[in-house]
């Protein structure tokens, strides 16, 4: 099941993608008098009411599919039926915490000056006002418009309470994924490489993290592919264009540590609750490892796609 929120009324409404690829309105589609009309109004909402609460999603969404064409024209007709072009935000609009791996695929490290791979998963925080949509403008900030790169990500986002969990188990609490780009302003990363001492590095490197803050600087979508829809998390395919241009092109095979070694390991600390989110880091090809390095400017597109979830397709500008 791919679960989307569509741009719709102040905080969006949660919707499914068809067979079809029309987007389906879940509580527009609601039968009238029965558990249907108690589905939540957000997608957060929803993986919060855990298994009831998917469970009614694919009530609904396997009821309208078995409908004749006549009973589907109805549902068009009343809008709860739209297009697959239809305005999406973030899947989750309003995670409580976003945690972004760093130093995390082997080919990334080796494109960094041959950065060694670390002991064990590393990671910052990321502002969730920094959260956008699926063709959503990512603004270029009037200071730091010259150094902003693009990062292809797969993000977990959480079905359950995780902490203190292990490896074995760590997928259990997945509700499913999507696809994301940590946006970063590189403006100070060349700070970070040249300090001298440990409190330059640290101070260099807490600006550098600031650089990714910016509204917008995390795109995610365009939809919630459900982890039942998946067989193995490492055959997902990631693939990265700069208006069309191949730029990376990856799989979490090539990650350092498991995606479910490294739920484990951050759940030592985080309590991640439904609708939060876990970056689970970016491979090769990023602007600021190329010689000379590449950028994004004004007009430029940037997408990130992931087989079997789709594509992640922003702009750059104002």
């Given at each position: 099941?791919?679960?989307?929120?569509?741009?719709?009324?102040?905080?969006g409404?949660?919707?499914?993608?068809?067979?079809t690829?029309?987007?389906?309105?879940?509580?527009?589609?609601a039968?009238?008098?029965?558990?249907?009309?108690?589905?939540?109004?957000?997608?957060?909402?929803?993986?919060?009411?855990?298994?009831?609460?998917?469970?009614?999603?694919?009530?609904i969404?396997?009821?309208?599919?078995?409908?004749?064409?006549?009973?589907?024209?109805?549902?068009?007709?009343?809008?709860?039926?739209?297009?697959?072009?239809?305005r999406?935000?973030?899947?989750?609009?309003?995670?409580?915490?976003?945690?972004?791996?760093?130093?995390?695929?082997?080919?990334?490290?080796?494109?960094m000056?041959?950065?060694?791979?670390?002991?064990?998963?590393?990671a910052?925080?990321?502002?969730?006002n920094?959260?956008a949509?699926?063709e959503?403008?990512?603004?270029?900030?009037?200071d730091t418009?010259?150094?902003i790169?693009?990062?292809?990500?797969?993000?977990?986002?959480?079905g359950?309470?995780?902490?203190c969990?292990?490896?074995?188990?760590?997928?259990?609490?997945?509700?499913?994924?999507?696809?994301?780009?940590?946006?970063?302003?590189?403006?100070?990363?060349?700070?970070?490489?040249?300090?001298?001492?440990?409190?330059?590095a640290?101070?260099?490197?807490?600006?550098?993290?600031?650089?990714?803050?910016f509204?917008?600087?995390?795109?995610?979508g365009?939809?919630?592919?459900?982890?039942?829809?998946?067989?193995?998390?490492?055959?997902?395919?990631?693939?990265?264009?700069?208006?069309?241009?191949?730029?990376?092109?990856?799989?979490?095979?090539?990650?350092?540590?498991?995606?479910?070694?490294?739920?484990?390991?951050?759940?030592?600390?985080?309590?991640?609750?439904?609708?939060?989110?876990?970056?689970?880091?970016?491979?090769?090809?990023?602007?600021?490892?190329?010689k000379?390095?590449?950028?994004?400017?004004?007009?430029?597109?940037?997408?990130?796609?992931?087989?079997g979830i789709?594509v992640?397709?922003?702009s750059?500008?104002?």
């Open positions: 099941m791919r679960l989307v929120t569509i741009d719709c009324g102040k905080n409404e949660p919707g499914a993608i068809l067979e690829g029309e987007v389906l309105y879940l509580r527009r589609a039968l009238a008098d029965t558990i249907e009309t108690w589905l939540p109004g957000s997608v957060r909402e929803i993986l919060e009411a855990g298994r009831e609460g998917l469970g009614i999603v694919w009530q969404v396997d009821r309208v599919q078995a409908l004749p064409g006549d009973k589907l024209a109805v549902l068009r007709n009343t809008g709860a039926i739209v297009s697959a072009d239809a999406l935000l973030a899947p989750v609009t309003n995670p409580r915490l976003i945690v972004a791996a760093g130093l995390a695929y082997r080919s990334h490290l080796a494109e000056a041959g950065t060694p791979e670390p002991p064990y998963p590393t910052f925080l990321k502002s969730v920094s959260l949509g699926p959503a403008r990512i603004p270029l900030p009037h418009e010259t150094h790169d693009y990062e292809g990500e797969l993000a977990v986002v959480f359950r309470d995780c902490h969990v292990n490896r074995d188990t760590a997928m259990d609490y997945v509700a499913g994924f999507t696809v994301s780009n940590d946006v970063s302003a590189r403006d100070w990363v060349r700070d970070v490489w040249e300090a001298q001492s440990p409190w330059d640290r101070r260099t490197w807490e600006v550098n993290i600031m650089g990714k803050q509204p917008s600087f995390t795109p995610m365009p939809c919630l592919l459900t982890v039942d829809e998946v067989d193995d998390v490492c055959a997902l395919k990631l693939t990265t264009r700069l208006n069309g241009k191949v730029m990376q092109c990856s799989a979490p095979s090539d990650l350092i540590f498991s995606i479910p070694e490294t739920i484990a390991f951050f759940s030592r600390w985080y309590q991640f609750r439904p609708g939060d989110v876990l970056l689970t880091g970016t491979p090769a090809g990023v602007g600021v490892g190329r000379p390095p590449i950028f994004m400017r004004r007009g430029d597109v940037i997408e990130v796609e992931i087989e789709g992640l397709r922003n750059v500008g104002a």
